[in-house]
């Protein structure tokens, strides 16, 4: 069974300041991995999606990496700013998706 | 589009009341999912169809849950009899394809439901 985990669960990080969110899965056989932000009271939204076959994906401030062999993927979000505060989810597709607990972010003005 | 309408957005119930989830998809999309988000076990897929078939329903907890998707504009969760344990967020959620393929996932809010 796919086991998805994200380090760190909370984040607290001053304005500017850039962040690097953690995920890590146990079976490397997935076909794409998807970051998700959730705001608190509301569903996910899906900000980037990268295929196994691809290293990284970019959207304007983030940017995802994928290391399908190392079973881990990184979100970068560069010059944080409070807008930013929510939480943070990676899905790993192998047919089914599996989701992280979540890392939340706040970002101090 | 509206994106994925769920509703009601918040349910309190008393324990062994039956009660209804309602979901509508995006206009399109093939795929529909019925997802549970607790603090201790996170988000949980219950069931998901596929052109208003039940495809996979493993995740379903017990007998007590029922989902149908009588159309492509319209899918329900049942819960009956409802449980303290069932309390949760409950999202439904669309794709125009799932499985191995990169199509996103679209989300509604969610229904909190409070079972007492």
């Known amino acids: 069974k796919q086991e998805v985990t994200q380090i760190p669960a909370a984040l607290s990080v001053p304005e500017g300041e850039n962040l690097v969110l953690n995920c890590s899965f146990t079976d490397s056989a997935i076909y794409n991995l998807q970051w998700f932000r959730q705001d608190p009271g509301k569903g996910l939204t899906s900000l980037l999606l990268i295929q196994s076959s691809q290293r990284e994906q970019t959207s304007g401030r983030l940017n995802a990496s994928l290391d399908k062999s190392s079973g881990r993927s990184t979100l970068y979000i560069a010059a944080s700013q409070p807008g930013d505060s929510a939480t943070y989810l990676c899905a790993v597709n192998d047919y089914k998706l599996s989701f992280g607990a979540g890392t939340t972010v706040t970002v101090r003005a | ?116």
């Open chain 2, 1 to 116: 589009d509206a994106g994925v309408i769920q509703s009601p957005r918040h349910e309190v119930t008393e324990m062994g009341q039956e009660v209804t989830l309602r979901c509508k998809p995006i206009s399109g999309h093939d795929y529909l999912f019925w997802y549970r988000q607790t603090m201790m076990r996170g988000l949980e897929l219950l069931i998901y169809f596929n052109n208003n078939v039940p495809i996979d329903d493993s995740g379903m907890p017990e007998d007590r849950f029922s989902a149908k998707m009588p159309n492509a504009s319209f899918s329900t969760l049942k819960i009956q009899p409802s449980e303290p344990r069932d309390s949760a967020v409950y999202f439904c959620a669309s794709s125009l394809v799932g499985g191995l393929s990169d199509e996103k996932l679209f989300f509604g809010s969610g229904t909190q439901l409070s079972v007492l």
